[in-house]
């Protein structure tokens, strides 16, 4: 069992940043893929970034690349969501994600992942 707890959400003005964080605890931290999805009301839950194992390789979706940086931290079981130029578009409860996922398949959906926060909110204002 992985256990997931995300932090950092809020509300925030058209271009403001906000930094999320997800503090893992529970099994080796260190095996597991990491992301983070959005869901906002009355859409379905959407992929919004990952990062490999050990932190070296990272992938976007279209909408935030460029503005959004994920990372992490194995020595303290953190991942982050640095989140810039934020838009309206952006507001959504934001789920911190862990999965054991082989390579060389989709790793942008959210099945693929087996373990979820419980969210947090985050709020564009325009």
């Known amino acids: 069992q992985v256990q997931l707890v995300e932090s950092g959400g809020g509300l925030v003005q058209a271009g403001g940043s906000l930094r999320l964080s997800c503090a893992a605890s529970?099994?080796?931290?260190?095996?597991?893929?990491m992301a983070w999805f959005r869901q906002a009301p009355g859409k379905e839950r959407e992929f919004v970034s990952t990062?490999?194992?050990?932190?070296?390789?990272?992938l976007y979706a279209d909408s935030v690349r460029g503005r959004f940086t994920i990372s992490r931290d194995n020595a303290n079981n953190m991942v982050y969501l640095q989140m810039n130029d934020l838009k309206p578009e952006d507001t959504a409860v934001y789920y911190c994600?862990?999965?054991?996922?082989?390579?060389?398949?989709?790793?942008?959906?959210?099945?693929?992942?087996?373990?979820w926060g419980q969210g947090t909110q985050v709020t564009v204002s325009s």
């Open positions: 994600a862990a999965g054991r996922i082989p390579s060389g398949v989709d790793v942008t959906t959210a099945p693929r992942y087996d373990y």
């Open positions: 529970g099994r080796t931290f260190s095996w597991y893929r």
């Open positions: 990062i490999t194992l050990s932190g070296g390789m990272t």
